[in-house]
């Protein structure tokens, strides 16, 4: 676990930014409070493409305007560097998103312990909540950062959230319901601005529209105006909807 890095000149609240990204679904965390499950066999995620190069592009970009940034790759990409990361202005994650459908047999039985984000160990652990809430572990390092964990964080003075999700898990019964509820949970948690992608996107599309929107939201601080310039730039290349399509901004 040694890809924890600290950069920067100052670690005030309104120049710090988390990055996590590229997190290893088959790590096993020891410290894991472990519950007696089954696996579902027909879930197995597979590591995020490109995003250890996404999270070290704005690295590089934050280092040229001299901000603070920690960032967590590998197994260092758990949940708890996002509950304890209190109010970073940006917070970046590069990972999966889960979403599942709400009819599955034997699973969560809240919707909002059905979707989140997928970090560290995520291949390894599919809690059963009933067992979880009995024994008080709901908010164990367990892989799955759920809505319902995601709503008791304190986001109050986090201005952006950047959800850069590479495909999500199938089984969903309505995607824009699923979607909404990732979004709705941080801005529940006070979060001004969330920006999420809706489908893995291509590659080079997806490195130059985070580049752009970073680039314009380090000298404006205007989470519209930055994301619109980005898409503009996009769509200026190619009209498909496929390039540009795919990414949505929520916020006040």
Do not use: C
Not at 132 to 147: P, Q, W, Y
Not at 172 to 193: C, D, W
């Amino acid at each position: 676990m040694d890809q924890l890095i600290f950069v920067g000149i100052t670690a005030t609240n309104q120049k710090q930014v988390v990055l996590i990204g590229d997190p290893n679904f088959n790590y096993s965390i020891d410290s894991l409070t472990q519950v007696s499950v089954p696996k579902l066999a027909d879930i197995r995620y597979l590591p995020v493409k490109g995003s250890s190069f996404e999270v070290s592009l704005i690295g590089n970009l934050l280092d040229e305007k001299e901000w603070y940034h920690v960032d967590y790759f590998q197994e260092n990409a758990v949940e708890k560097y996002i509950s304890d990361s209190y109010n970073p202005a940006i917070l970046h994650v590069s990972t999966h998103g889960f979403f599942y459908n709400l009819e599955i047999s034997g699973f969560y039985h809240s919707p909002a312990l059905k979707s989140g984000l997928l970090l560290t160990s995520g291949n390894f652990t599919i809690p059963e909540m009933n067992e979880m809430i009995s024994r008080h572990v709901v908010n164990a390092e367990d892989g799955f950062l759920s809505n319902y964990e995601i709503v008791g964080l304190n986001m109050e003075r986090t201005y952006t959230i950047f959800l850069s999700l590479s495909g999500t898990d199938y089984q969903v019964s309505n995607n824009s319901v699923a979607y909404g509820s990732l979004i709705k949970a941080f801005s529940t948690a006070g979060g001004h601005y969330q920006i999420m992608s809706l489908w893995e996107q291509d590659a080079n599309t997806k490195d130059e529209f985070i580049r752009q929107f970073y680039k314009e939201w380090l000298t404006n601080k205007d989470v519209r105006l930055s994301f619109n310039s980005a898409l503009e730039k996009i769509r200026n290349k190619t009209e498909h909807p496929y390039y540009w399509g795919g990414y949505i901004l929520s916020g006040k």
